[in-house]
């Protein structure tokens, strides 16, 4: 299961209503996109950026109600659709300008001095895309917007700390330099894969950290009704599944990068079902621990 913010978008998902698939394609095309641009490649930054700036620019003259692009350009297999799904279900457009100032500074950032700034990157990289996701489901009160930003954030941590060692080959630290400091961890630890018992303090910090965020958004996944209340619920559980496969790992996410296997999907699955609304939580998803497989 892959946790990272442009993947979140269920487009391929049979609980995926039919009516909402096109939507979401369109949604997907635009995010995955802009995102391939700040992170695949050999291209160096002034046109990585550059190419982002066309998007922007795009997504202005979408917004003004112009066409996004000329018919012949590039762009337009992925902003003709998106314009069309914008008009058909009044989608906001600051979400997507969100994503892109994300992708923008993944180009150029690649330290965080403190959680503030990471949880800034976060709101701007993961949350818009609860947030679409909500509008189209004619969901998104301030409640099921608060509670899907956290459920979003707490899923791109899990990513990081799925994927430090990936990062760390792109030349990317996301484990906020703070933290490395309070837990005497230096980047030349990361560098060596080293695994002590600083590192496991850091990172059991981290992974209640990023827990607390999506056990704070669980209501949402409980609340919705119908299959993107069983999307939610699976994403959440999966999230959940993440890290306690990282706990079991010891915290050594550089020798086997922590993935789900057939038993983790049945956990998830059978955790999912027991989660349903009609049914009574053993535990109140503040107090909600991993069980053991």
């Not at 003004?64 to 314009?83: C, E, G, N, T």
């Not at 296997?261 to 991993?290: C, M, Q, S, V, Y």
Request: include cysteine; glycine fraction near 4%.
């Amino acid at each position: 299961m892959a946790v990272d913010h442009y993947e979140n978008f269920p487009v391929a998902s049979v609980l995926m209503p039919a009516r909402l698939r096109p939507a979401v394609v369109a949604l997907y095309r635009f995010a995955r996109s802009a995102d391939d641009i700040a992170d695949e490649g050999d291209a160096d930054a002034a046109t990585r950026l550059a190419a982002l700036d066309d998007y922007t620019r795009a997504l202005r003259n979408l917004e003004a109600r112009q066409l996004p692009v000329d018919q012949a350009s590039a762009l337009a297999p992925v902003f003709y659709p998106l314009a069309q799904v914008v008009r058909d279900y009044a989608l906001p457009v600051a979400p997507m300008h969100a994503l892109l100032s994300a992708f923008s500074q993944d180009v150029v950032k690649t330290r965080y001095a403190d959680f503030a700034t990471l949880k800034d990157y976060c709101a701007r990289s993961a949350d818009p895309v609860g947030e679409l996701m909500l509008h189209l489901y004619g969901a998104a009160t301030p409640q099921n917007l608060a509670e899907s930003s956290a459920i979003c954030t707490g899923l791109q941590l899990v990513n990081f700390w799925q994927d430090v060692a990936i990062d760390w080959d792109k030349q990317r630290v996301y484990l906020p330099q703070e933290d490395l400091a309070r837990f005497g961890v230096s980047e030349s630890d990361i560098a060596a894969q080293q695994v002590d018992d600083r590192w496991r303090a850091l990172m059991q910090f981290e992974v209640s950290r990023a827990r607390a965020l999506l056990h704070c958004g669980a209501p949402l996944a409980r609340r919705l009704p119908g299959r993107i209340g069983w999307e939610l619920r699976l994403v959440v559980m999966g999230g959940l599944r993440i890290l306690h496969r990282i706990e079991r790992a010891d915290y050594d996410v550089f020798r086997a990068r922590p993935t789900l296997g057939p038993r983790d999907w049945a956990w998830i699955i059978w955790h999912a079902w027991r989660w349903l609304p009609a049914r009574p939580l053993t535990d109140a998803p503040e107090t909600f621990k991993t069980p053991q497989p």
